[in-house]
């Protein structure tokens, strides 16, 4: 019994004992709930804080698969020095020495102050030693004095962040856009941020100092996903040539800014808009979306709408006769006059538009719609001009066309707007209905991004919108075409005409107006139009603003700029025109074929074959060979090669004509280009191995 009892003592003892530690715990937590827990909750809430870290920002890709903007990590090289062992520490003058070596952006004693301060007390457990490291950079200073012993040991810290870059630099640029802290999103960026920003997740962050926080990274916490990836409709090719002829355009006119766009027709789609302006330094630089942001007097780009108006209600027809009047009108008590003299009084409406005569399009426009104003801005409305294009980034401002019922509307106001004042669209806006009469009055909704990603799946794609079905008719549209094709062969933009390829376009020349201060001498100049003329598969507008060299008609400064765009990618896409050889290849296959100096057999089998001809071959087998042409049929016969005599080599190119010397063993050296024209020795003479032929190339 004595030791049961002595066992209950015991039991009851530890009972007491417990019950006495959870009192006191309870104690505790009351105690610092009720009496202690504000103060507590605001020294805890001063040294820690919960901080928002998001997944990797999605691509932007060009057409092609091209990287237009991505998101590159780079890392901030930091070291908790409170780790360092006094034999580790005893290195740091090593360290300074490599860190020194490798950066070269100062000296190693700066480096060493660095760190020796950082060990001073309190030791600073968040160093910042360099910033804005490369990925690459990281093995390389993982294998540092100290830093090699890693995180616990060598107080290594790599802090991660990414920076938006854009591999192209100034390539459309403020089309691709950003968004950043403290400033307004721009640009695909903006419009597509929903999809390229990755989820979002928190982080715990602690106080070390005053002005340091660092994470506590927190483990098994939810990982942030990264964003999706936009592709575009930008031809990164297409884009080079616009940024560079219009930046030459900008340069040789010296004008304050300007833009470009390219548009294919039958869909909408933005293939190329490049936008540059004159910064402070004197250089042009894409800070600014002219191409869809600014809005102006179009100027004589706007008398084809004018014109399609009037062809469209059955009010004229192209071989229509107007008295332009020696090319000066007075309308109430304002005069018109046209921008060069004519020696001619009654031409046709196609000649008006040819010459981009004021006085022309004007008495038209007043004659048929003076009465019914309303009736022109019905056209107008009905072939889109009164409406924004609807892109698919921000910033887009709605065009301004008066109304017979606005304050300002005046007796001038018709005829001004028929030449393109009193009235301010974007270079978009104008784009977008030249497209339109290029897709025979479809007009369709201008845009960007063709589809968004996640890695491979495809989780949305653009389709092509009409915004409508038909400006005008179909015959209108065929009959503008015509006549804007002319004004390149016989008008304005003559001076880019070229027989290779037809092109169709309007130019135009406005002065701009500041403010109140009514129209000042500065011009814009802009041409508008499209590509091939009969069956257009790209429009593209060019707008010049202010140039101040002297010339500031678009046939002068912006009819070049859409000659060099078209041509260069004209000529880029085969696709664009017919093969030169592909017509006449039944009836080149008929005549004599071009007799090709001796070379490789099978070469000259593969020449002739693509020319369209059949080339026999002797029956011996030879690997080079000599064209004859005899009794209407093409033969390939055997070239003689005689060891230790110099082989004819006249007339080869100079990679057939070194390997076959050298397979003979002979050394070669050659001057010039093109191909052979001269050889020493000559051929047929006798030489032995290592003997040294000397070509002449022209």
């Not at 964003?227 to 355009?249: C, E, F, M």
């Not at 055997?638 to 390997?659: Q, T, W």
Request: net charge positive; proline share 5%; aromatic share 10%.
């Amino acid at each position: 019994m004595s030791i049961k009892r002595d066992i209950s003592w015991r039991v009851n003892l530890v009972f007491l004992l417990l019950c006495g530690f959870a009192l006191l715990i309870i104690g505790m937590g009351f105690k610092i709930q009720i009496y202690e827990g504000d103060s507590l909750r605001q020294q805890s809430a001063s040294i820690t804080r919960m901080d928002t870290i998001e997944g990797e920002r999605g691509n932007i890709y060009a057409e092609d698969g091209r990287l237009l903007a991505t998101s590159l990590p780079f890392f901030d090289l930091r070291m908790d020095m409170r780790v360092l062992s006094d034999s580790l520490a005893a290195q740091l003058d090593t360290l300074a020495a490599s860190l020194a070596s490798y950066f070269k952006d100062k000296p190693k004693q700066e480096y060493l102050n660095l760190l020796a301060g950082g060990r001073k007390p309190p030791q600073n457990a968040y160093l910042l030693v360099k910033s804005n490291l490369d990925y690459t950079d990281l093995p390389v200073i993982r294998t540092f004095p100290i830093l090699k012993h890693g995180k616990f040991k060598g107080g290594l810290i790599l802090e991660n962040r990414t920076k938006r870059e854009q591999p192209f630099g100034m390539l459309a640029r403020r089309t691709i856009g950003y968004v950043r802290e403290n400033a307004q999103p721009i640009g695909i960026e903006a419009a597509q941020d929903g999809y390229l920003r990755g989820t979002q997740v928190t982080r715990s962050m602690y106080k070390i100092n005053a002005s340091t926080w660092v994470p506590l990274f927190d483990e098994g916490g939810a990982e942030p996903k990264n964003g999706k990836d936009v592709y575009t409709n930008l031809d990164i090719n297409l884009q080079d040539i616009l940024d560079q002829s219009l930046r030459n355009a900008l340069y040789r006119y010296k004008a304050d800014h300007g833009c470009a766009i390219v548009m294919e027709v039958k869909t909408g789609k933005i293939k190329a808009i490049a936008n540059l302006g004159l910064n402070a330094n004197g250089e042009y630089t894409e800070e600014f979306n002219y191409a869809i942001g600014e809005k102006s007097d179009p100027g004589s780009t706007f008398k084809i709408a004018a014109l399609t108006a009037l062809l469209d209600a059955g009010f004229i027809t192209d071989t229509t006769i107007v008295n332009i009047e020696g090319g000066k009108k007075k309308y109430y008590d304002q005069w018109m006059q046209d921008a060069s003299y004519y020696p001619y009084d009654s031409i046709t409406v196609t000649k008006a538009i040819e010459i981009s005569s004021n006085i022309g399009i004007s008495k038209l426009v007043d004659q048929f719609y003076r009465s019914t104003p309303t009736e022109f801005i019905a056209a107008l409305d009905r072939m889109g001009l009164t409406q924004p294009s609807n892109i698919d980034i921000q910033g887009e401002p709605n065009p301004l066309v008066k109304k017979p019922t606005d304050k300002d509307w005046s007796g001038i106001t018709l005829t001004q707007m028929s030449i393109g004042y009193e009235v301010e669209l974007t270079p978009l806006q104008m784009l977008t209905f030249f497209n339109a009469i290029a897709n025979d009055g479809v007009m369709m909704q201008p845009y960007l991004v063709n589809s968004v990603k996640d890695i491979n799946t495809e989780i949305k794609r653009t389709k092509p919108t009409v915004l409508k079905k038909q400006i005008c008719k179909k015959s209108t549209a065929q009959k503008v075409r015509q006549i804007m094709k002319g004004v390149v062969e016989r008008g304005t933009a003559k001076s880019i005409y070229n027989p290779n390829f037809s092109v169709a376009c309007k130019t135009g020349t406005a002065r701009i107006a500041k403010e109140d201060k009514g129209y000042k001498p500065v011009y814009q100049a802009s041409i508008a139009g499209f590509f091939p003329a009969e069956q257009p598969e790209y429009s593209c507008i060019v707008v010049i603003k202010s140039p101040t060299s002297g010339e500031y008609y678009g046939g002068q400064v912006a009819a070049p700029v859409f000659k060099d765009i078209v041509e260069k990618y004209y000529s880029s896409k085969i696709k664009s025109h017919p093969p030169i050889n592909q017509p006449d290849k039944a009836k080149s296959a008929n005549t004599k074929p071009p007799i090709a100096r001796s070379g490789n057999k099978k070469d000259l089998e593969t020449i002739y074959q693509n020319l369209g001809f059949t080339a026999s071959a002797a029956p011996d087998d030879f690997d080079w060979a000599v064209a004859e042409w005899k009794d209407q049929s093409l033969t390939l016969k055997s070239m003689k090669i005689i060891d230790n005599i110099v082989p004819n080599v006249m007339g080869m190119g100079l990679r057939d004509a070194i390997y076959l010397l050298e397979s003979q063993g002979l050394k070669v050296k050659f001057s010039g280009y093109g191909k052979v024209a001269g050889q020493q020795p000559s051929w047929g003479a006798r030489c032995r191995k290592g003997d040294v032929v000397s070509l002449e190339l022209n």
